[in-house]
């Protein structure tokens, strides 16, 4: 079946500039993860969703950063006013239920580069 | 913060030969997975091994676990050039709202030479 899809796959704006950068999971999979991999940071949690629950937003660096899960599937991660440390992959993956035993399926990720 | 330091933090070996990577992490664990990736995208999930376990076997790869060390092993036999890529492990925290968040380690870059 179909796995974890991210768009777009490279990014290029201006400082300043907002983003957003989108996620569709596998179907059926309840939950879905934003992280992000950069040079200096490695690789870090930004949000978790988990069904109708409230997201755990625990991993966001800022307040320009903000996602949203619509319809308990895709999901979309909006960067305000971004800098050029935001420069990063932005990884999407899902899992299947709600156990922390279960495998997450990363999305290919999608490249931003802040000029 | 990143949990989990891995070591080495690159690895330089001939095709045929075997391949561990280390990986040690700080806090209590719900499980340990091992990643890889390849040209800085998309991770590939390659095994995954519960607190409760000592040792896993998928094909090559073997995973083992201790957790009164707090460390995971990969050891990844007969290599093939193929093989060449990042390996991530990643820990999933246990109790509390973590809700099976990942954390990784820095990754050790494999490359396997013809």
């Known amino acids: 079946g179909a796995g974890v899809s991210q768009s777009p796959s490279n990014k290029v704006t201006e400082k300043g500039k907002d983003v957003e950068l989108r996620c569709d999971p596998i179907s059926g999979h309840t939950a879905l993860y934003w992280y992000r991999q950069s040079l200096g940071q490695g690789l870090e949690f930004l949000i978790y969703?988990?069904?109708?629950?409230?997201?755990?937003k625990s991993g966001l660096p800022s307040d320009r950063f903000s996602a949203e899960r619509t319809g308990g599937s895709v999901s979309t991660l909006t960067i305000q006013r971004t800098q050029q440390e935001d420069s990063a992959v932005y990884l999407c993956?899902?899992?299947?239920?709600?156990?922390?035993?279960?495998?997450?399926?990363f999305g290919p990720g999608t490249r931003l580069t802040v000029l | 913060s990143q949990q989990g330091e891995e070591d080495p933090q690159a690895l330089s070996i001939q095709e045929g030969e075997n391949a561990t990577m280390n990986c040690s992490y700080k806090?209590?664990?719900?499980?340990l997975q091992w990643y890889r990736q390849n040209s800085g995208r998309g991770l590939v999930h390659l095994i995954l091994?519960?607190?409760?376990?000592r040792e896993k076997h998928s094909g090559r790869l073997r995973v083992t676990l201790d957790t009164s060390k707090k460390s995971s092993s990969l050891l990844i036999t007969a290599s093939r050039a193929a093989d060449t890529a990042s390996y991530f492990c990643?820990?999933?925290?246990?109790?509390?709202?973590?809700?099976?968040?990942?954390?990784f380690g820095q990754g050790t870059i494999l490359t396997v030479h013809p």
């Open positions: 806090t209590s664990i719900n499980n």
């Open positions: 969703f988990q069904g109708n629950s409230a997201p755990d």
């Open positions: 091994i519960r607190s409760n376990e």
């Open positions: 990643a820990t999933a925290v246990a109790g509390g709202t973590s809700y099976g968040k990942l954390t």
């Open positions: 993956a899902s899992r299947d239920s709600p156990s922390s035993t279960d495998t997450q399926y």
